[in-house]
Antibody
Framework: QVQLQESGPRLVKPPETLSLTCSVSGGSINNYRWTWIRQPPGKGLEWIGYIYFTGSTNYNPSLQSRVTISVDTSKNQFSLKLTSVTAADTAIYYC???????????WGQGTLVTVSS | QSALTQPASVSGSPGQSITISCTGTSNDVGGYNFVSWYQQHPGEAPKLIIYDVSARPSGVSTRFSGSRSDNTASLTISGLQAEDEADYYCCSYTSSSTWLFGGGTTLTVL
């Protein structure tokens, strides 16, 4: 079965760039959309954006100016970059697969990224 | 884009049924069948429990059911069990090809 694993720095200084990678195992990254979702500590879920295996993307309008999602099909990975981070970007970042009926399943275990100087 | 509206908390006793509402607009909840629900226990990643408004993934208990009327989707949990105590989030695809989550509902089993 497909499994996802987030990786990347856990501490980022403002106003640097947050970079995370999601590695997909147990299945191909092809023929699906893949997404990033975040959750500030103690708060709700926020959709960040998605990428299709072909490279087409769409982002949350509130983050669009700072977000880039890319895909590397040869490595079965996709990545998130969020620029000019502030403390408000401190959150657990999850990657997930977008199913045929646009549901999010499965999810990675999530990784807490803290933005602090 | 504003988050979908969910009650902050609901509660029920073991064996009872509860319903969590999720209100959006005709540009999201009311416009597509692409409404999903996620269960999140403390310290864990969210888990898909309902998709396509009312479909259940394999392995999810039949005690979980989903429905929709106009711009409001609902999640019903019947025969409440202690293990159902968790946060629940609705999510909808939108006319902008984006997704919106609800603010989340904390379920307490009394």
């Amino acid at each position: 079965q497909v499994q996802l694993q987030e990786s990347g720095p856990r501490l980022v200084k403002p106003p640097e760039t947050l970079s995370l990678t999601c590695s997909v195992s147990g299945g191909s990254i092809n023929n699906y959309r893949w997404t990033w979702i975040r959750q500030p500590p103690g708060k709700g879920l926020e959709w960040i954006g998605y990428i299709y295996f072909t490279g087409s993307t769409n982002y949350n309008p509130s983050l669009q100016s700072r977000v880039t999602i890319s895909v590397d099909t040869s490595k079965n990975q996709f990545s998130l970059k969020l620029t000019s981070v502030t403390a408000a970007d401190t959150a657990i970042y999850y990657c997930a697969r977008v199913g045929q009926l646009v549901e999010f399943d499965p999810w990675g275990q999530g990784t807490l990224v803290t933005v602090s100087s | 884009q504003s988050a979908l509206t969910q009650p902050a908390s609901v509660s029920g006793s073991p064996g009872q049924s509860i319903t969590i509402s999720c209100t959006g607009t005709s540009n999201d909840v009311g416009g597509y069948n692409f409404v999903s629900w996620y269960q999140q226990h403390p310290g864990e990643a969210p888990k898909l429990i309902i998709y396509d408004v009312s479909a259940r993934p394999s392995g999810v208990s039949t005690r979980f059911s989903g429905s929709r009327s106009d711009n409001t989707a609902s999640l019903t949990i019947s025969g409440l069990q202690a293990e159902d105590e968790a946060d629940y989030y609705c999510c909808s695809y939108t006319s902008s090809s984006t997704w919106l989550f609800g603010g989340g509902t904390t379920l307490t089993v009394l």
